[in-house]
């Protein structure tokens, strides 16, 4: 197992703690939080398995996400809260790669596209830097969202709580979408790690009733058993859409670098990445990001279904081969919200799939189909009252 070392914004003179560069040594930064390191100790060992002739050094640092844990995510006026200072390193050279939770990141520059351009909807989404690019993505864990109860508590799900049970979250994405389905609810901003989040929901003085996070953290960090329901856009699922990109890990390069582009290509999952590739074109097209109320659900249908989680069902896992002549579909299912529930636009559209511009191309139409259905109004509304998502913490 790799160590992981701190890495610096700005290279200290060479120690023990500067990473290696030589052709037969990859650096690997991340972020120094526990779910972090637990993730790209995942892309380690997948690359030591793959590649058994290279050594590999992780690096973690903490970023400015990190180091403010008081300031509500959506009140900060950066969209790269968790990636600047790595990006900073891996353009210097000093990391060969960095890996990602791809939630709320590689979000390309805006496009034309006919009649159709947004980028006066909401301000310019998080792209890479141009001398950067994503070298590959992994299988996807499981991309849905989990309620967590606090413990002795009798409720089972959201449909259960009773009203004023207090929801944690900071995600505006989360809390819009439970005003919507369950307006008798309140909410209230949690940060720090997932440990620290639970220890906030298990202090038997906390006014947390419940939290909502993310069930591949979960489940990665062995806490699975924690997880009282599993949420997604079924009737039973509380009917709430998870992020773009939410439970897939992305690996950052520099563009040119073909050494580390062959490495890193024999980790991709085609079904992730063009799943994740319409999810993230949709995004890019409604230019939202962390702080806007953009829920998706994709799910690949045309093969048999399998169970996961506490029940659920999910066709054809994404990395699954399809069977001899099965045609490949992709059923996508978007949402934009009100800050306060009350307004919403939801579309669903399935279609045959297999090219990274197939992909592209599909998550433009589902953001065309919602603005046309409204969603474009919702979104410049937010835009143009982004003081009232400072307010959400009291809401």
């Known amino acids: 197992m790799a160590s992981a070392t701190p890495v610096q914004a700005t290279p200290p003179p060479p120690t023990n703690n500067t990473p290696t560069r030589t052709k037969t040594t990859v650096n690997l930064g991340t972020r120094r939080s526990k779910l972090a390191l637990v993730q790209t100790e995942i892309v380690h060992e997948a690359l030591q398995k793959a590649w058994p002739e290279y050594e590999y050094e992780i690096h973690a640092m903490s970023t400015m996400g990190d180091k403010n844990q008081v300031t509500p995510l959506h009140d900060f006026g950066a969209k790269s809260l968790w990636t600047h200072e790595l990006e900073a390193l891996l353009m210097e050279g000093n990391l060969d790669l960095v890996v990602h939770c791809l939630k709320g990141t590689f979000a390309p520059p805006p496009r034309l596209h006919g009649a159709l351009h947004l980028s006066t909807i909401l301000y310019m989404p998080t792209q890479l830097p141009p001398t950067c690019t994503v070298g590959s993505i ?78 591949a953290g979960l489940d990665r960090l062995g806490l699975g058993g924690r997880i009282t329901q599993y949420l997604d856009g079924s009737e039973g699922g509380g009917g709430i859409l998870h992020a773009v990109g939410q439970g897939a890990l992305g690996l950052e390069i520099r563009e040119g670098d073909e050494r580390i582009r062959e490495l890193v290509g024999k980790l991709g999952c085609k079904r992730t990445t063009l799943a994740c590739l319409a999810e993230r074109s949709l995004l890019r ?93 919702i979104l410049e509304k937010i835009n143009l009252n982004r003081g009232i998502i400072g307010e959400q913490d009291g809401a």
């Open 285 to 377: 097209t409604l230019e939202g990001g962390c702080s806007v109320p953009i829920g998706v659900e994709t799910k690949w249908v045309g093969g048999e279904e399998r169970k996961v989680g506490k029940g659920e069902a999910e066709p054809v896992p994404p990395d699954e081969e399809v069977e001899e002549g099965e045609e490949e579909k992709l059923c996508m299912k978007a949402i934009v919200v009100s800050l306060d529930g009350t307004e919403s636009v939801e579309y669903d559209q399935t279609v045959p799939l297999s090219t990274k511009e197939q992909a592209d191309e599909f998550g433009w139409s589902v953001a065309q189909a919602l603005v046309e259905r409204g969603a474009g109004k």
């Open 138 to 215: 992994l299988p996807r864990a499981d991309p849905r969202d989990a309620l967590v109860m606090k413990p002795h508590l009798p409720y089972s799900n959201l449909q259960s709580l009773p009203a004023n049970s207090i929801v944690g979250t900071s995600s505006v994405r989360r809390s819009a979408q439970i005003k919507r389905r369950f307006p008798h609810l309140r909410f209230a901003d949690v940060r720090g790690n997932v440990g620290t989040r639970l220890s906030k929901l298990d202090a038997e003085d906390g006014e947390y009733t419940c939290l909502v996070l993310a069930a």
